[in-house]
């Protein structure tokens, strides 16, 4: 089985990991706190922490699991969607590796990633399909139906803020530290999530919007001023957990309504947004009351890493799906999903992967 080096640096976490099959040999993962006293990702600050830690811990990782350069089959790295200026390094990190070692450099989509993210360290099942996907993060809200590993299409999909996006800036109104979905989370678990009503967007089941709701939770504290200093506040328990229900709900609205119409063989649930506690239980009973599998991934592979991106590879490699000339390719700051299941549609370049 060949093994993949895997290169993610899409946002301001740099991750790289090795894969062999199923195996994941090793991960290391440099998360970039000087982001937090922004409230928010700094581009600039971003790319830079790319361009001091990718090298450092890739070399970490080929030497802490004992990997010869020779053993390394194929470099794969975030082509996007992300951030410009940090793609921009994993691709040139990933695209001098490729050339120095003769292998083949495989850009990967970094929301197909987290679709397959349930499966990393897994045997890949087919029988899964059907699959009604739901992919939340901070950039990223879609529900896709996918009727195979690269085969889908899309059901519907955010207009404007990503529900990870909504969730940390309502946490920042509310004076929680960066990042702020996980904080409002575990406060909510202590609030009413009936004591505040936000409206809820009319868009039927083909598109998600948060925007409304961010700007209603603007003006109430900018009209009420409610005490947010004070972690016990009940005010603030309850803000948290009306404003984590309301974003369940949209969320949850089409999946309802397409797993009743379409009757998927399963549900899957991705993203960094897949560690909310409230949309995981929702999308598990629903599971239950349907009768078919839910696949949520562990924690440690909802936020941005670098195995899901190998594990992206390694589908495309065991399909073919591997471009023969990639070292021209360009980073995709905006790179639809559905743009690159077309692309890979008409894509047989490649070798059969090696089982």
């Not at 996980?182 to 919007?209: C, F, I, K």
């Not at 709900?249 to 119409?261: D, I, N, S």
């Amino acid at each position: 089985m060949p093994i993949i080096l895997a290169i993610e640096s899409s946002c301001d976490d740099s991750s790289v990991a090795l894969l062999k099959g199923h195996r994941l040999i090793g991960m290391r993962q440099s998360g970039q706190e000087e982001h937090q006293r922004f409230g928010g990702v700094v581009p600039e600050l971003a790319s830079r922490a790319h361009q001091e830690w990718l090298s450092l811990i890739i070399n970490d990782l080929i030497h802490d699991t004992s990997t010869s350069w020779s053993d390394i089959k194929a470099i794969a790295y975030t082509r996007g969607p992300g951030l410009m200026g940090s793609l921009m390094v994993g691709a040139a990190v990933a695209k001098g590796l490729a050339l120095s070692l003769d292998i083949p450099l495989i850009g990967v989509n970094h929301l197909h990633g987290h679709l397959v993210s349930h499966f990393v360290e897994q045997e890949l099942e087919e029988g899964i399909f059907p699959m009604l996907s739901l992919t939340v993060s901070g950039g990223h809200t879609h529900l896709v139906w996918m009727e195979s590993w690269l085969e889908g299409s899309s059901l519907c999909a955010t207009l404007d803020d990503a529900a990870g996006e909504a969730f940390d800036k309502c946490a920042k109104m509310l004076g929680l530290p960066y990042p702020g979905g996980p904080v409002l989370d575990r406060l909510a678990a202590q609030g009413d999530s009936g004591a505040y009503s936000w409206p809820m967007p009319q868009l039927g089941n083909e598109a998600y919007s948060f925007s409304g709701l961010k700007t209603s939770v603007l003006y109430y504290l900018a009209k009420h001023k409610p005490d947010l200093e004070d972690r016990r506040d009940s005010a603030l328990r309850d803000l948290c957990a009306s404003i984590q229900a309301n974003v369940v709900e949209v969320l949850m609205k089409p999946v309802l309504h397409h797993a009743g119409q379409r009757k998927p063989r399963s549900l899957g649930l991705a993203g960094g947004v897949a560690a909310n506690s409230l949309l995981r239980s929702r999308m598990l009973a629903l599971g239950e009351q349907l009768g078919c599998k839910v696949h949520i991934p562990p924690l440690t592979w909802c936020t941005d890493n670098a195995a899901m991106i190998a594990t992206s590879a390694r589908i495309l490699m065991d399909h073919g799906k591997v471009a023969v000339e990639s070292m021209g390719e360009k980073p995709l700051p905006r790179w639809p999903l559905m743009d690159y299941l077309v692309e890979l549609s008409v894509l047989n370049l490649g070798q059969e992967g090696e089982s």
